[in-house]
């Protein structure tokens, strides 16, 4: 025992190195960690898939969506079909847009109208989806310059063909499409409905007011005074106006 400590004291500086570096060394580990989570926090995660439309299944579409789980800004895709030679096959399609939430995206159907969208003739051509995408998220170069990243893909149609077709997967219409399609027919109904509603009070207001004026009893004409038929009246039944009018006098008083 009186060894041990007598080698602990005369060996007290490098354990106290050795402490010291390994407290740092865990104090590093927990800032990156640390970073790394909060950097997770501001990373938006922007992909592009390729998939079957759900409405017709024999068509490519093309989704690109936000994973979060931070806001995309500034979003640019492009997006083209080239033949074998590597030249495209019409035109380079560009689509932007200024704020993409969390599980959001747009969705293309490639090859319109130049090039049929059935991905089996696709795939006969042998031609190939060119996909590019950019975007801005929270993330700052040195905490103040925005940090833009980017992203390609590139897929056969063969490839995609094979994959998609070839193991005959049943395909599901998407959720948030339906919702929307039936939040718009609601929308279309309740105007159609407003529509109606007004046009039924006008044509009520007219009835009544077509009522109205037939039930209403018409006014006599007032008659016309003529020097046969003027209306007059004796002297002592008029009564004079004013303060000083004094009480009509009695003939038989005279």
């Known amino acids: 025992m009186e060894e041990w400590i007598r080698a ?22 927990l800032l990156i960690d640390a970073r790394t989570t909060r950097n997770l926090r501001l990373d938006a995660a922007v992909e592009a898939r390729a998939r079957c439309h759900p409405p017709a299944t024999m068509a490519l579409e093309l989704n690109v969506r936000n994973f979060g789980p931070a806001n995309a800004r500034n979003v640019v895709i492009t997006h083209h079909l080239a033949g074998p030679d590597g030249k495209a096959v019409g035109d380079v399609m560009r689509h932007a847009e200024t704020l993409m939430g969390i599980g959001d995206g747009p969705r293309f159907l490639p090859g319109e109208p130049i090039v049929s969208l059935d991905l089996q003739e696709m795939a006969a051509q042998r031609l190939t989806l060119h996909v590019e995408w ?12 925005p940090l833009r990243h980017e992203g390609k893909q590139v897929w056969a149609c063969a490839d995609l063909a094979r994959d998609l077709h070839g193991g005959w997967s049943l395909s599901e219409h998407d959720s948030a499409e339906d919702l929307h399609e039936i939040a718009d027919k609601l929308a279309r109904i309740e105007m159609h409905q407003r529509e109606g509603r007004q046009v039924l009070e006008q ?42 009018a004094s009480p009509p006098v009695d003939p038989s008083d005279r």
């Open 134 to 145: 950019s975007w801005a998220d929270d993330r700052r170069r040195f905490w103040f310059f």
């Open 203 to 244: 044509g009520f207001r007219a009835l009544i007011k077509a009522t109205a004026v037939r039930t209403e009893p018409a006014a006599a004409p007032p008659p016309e005074a003529t020097p046969g038929n003027a209306l007059t009246r004796s002297p002592a039944r008029r009564r004079a106006k004013g303060p000083d």
């Open 8 to 29: 602990l004291n005369d060996n007290s500086g490098a354990i106290v190195a050795l402490t010291a570096s390994v407290s740092a060394i865990l104090t590093i580990l």
